[in-house]
């Protein structure tokens, strides 16, 4: 995948489009198989939490293409298994559409799920685990350093902390964009823009290329 840039401008929806790109990777890949296996899973699980990780992999990787990166797989696999973690929630809880701050404790325990689950790949397990750490309502795995493994190369450090940073992007983004609900501030005067840019105001950049790019809005309009 590496300067193959990723391409999302599709017909297709975003779970075609999600589908092609880790058939893309290949049957050898073990984390592309773990990441069909569990997507799978998601859908029939709870099929709304599914369709968000496909759009939120598919911006993520957009996000990436416009920080520069040329190799776009830690958005991809991070993006699709962010929320891997929901499948140890119950699927009429995650159909709510509005919850009650004692449930909503029980939804924030995804973050840390999604972490051990992962496990197994350490990269992306750390981008699933703190794609809620970074914000100013933060919860979940330590973005500051906890999950990375010992002795990782400082580049490759760097690196997965911007993945980290584009999938939370672009999940807070997709959910501000889709949900109305009291957690993402779905029922006061605020826009979606303006919750993102007081929870993320260190990354004013990114959120006006997510707020300003057609690609990105027919990603989460449902086209690929």
């Not at 890949?29 to 992999?57: Q, Y």
């Not at 750390?126 to 906890?146: C, E, L, M, P, R």
């Amino acid at each position: 995948m590496e300067k193959n840039n990723i391409e999302t401008r599709d017909t297709k929806s975003v779970e075609e489009r999600v589908s092609g790109l880790l058939e893309q990777e290949g049957s050898r890949s073990e984390l592309a198989a773990t990441t069909k296996k569990f997507l799978g899973l998601m859908a029939e699980h709870d099929r709304k939490t599914f369709l968000h990780e496909c759009r939120v992999a598919l911006i993520a990787i957009k996000l990436a293409e416009f920080c520069g990166f040329k190799d776009q797989k830690p958005e991809l696999f991070g993006g699709a298994n962010h929320d891997v973690g929901k499948l140890t929630i119950s699927g009429e809880l995650l159909g709510k559409g509005h919850i009650t701050q004692e449930e909503y404790e029980i939804i924030k325990k995804h973050a840390d799920a999604s972490a051990k689950m992962l496990a197994k790949y350490p990269f992306t397990a750390y981008i699933s685990g703190t794609h809620h750490s970074q914000q100013k309502n933060s919860y979940g795995v330590d973005f500051k350093g906890a999950g990375l493994p010992d002795g990782v190369k400082e580049a490759t450090e760097r690196r997965m902390k911007e993945a980290a940073k584009n999938v939370a992007l672009s999940d807070f983004f997709d959910a501000a964009s889709t949900r109305k609900t009291s957690q993402m501030g779905g029922e006061n005067d605020k826009s979606p823009r303006e919750r993102m840019e007081a929870e993320y105001p260190d990354y004013l950049d990114r959120i006006d290329f997510l707020f300003g790019s057609q690609d990105v809005q027919e990603i989460v309009g449902g086209r690929g």
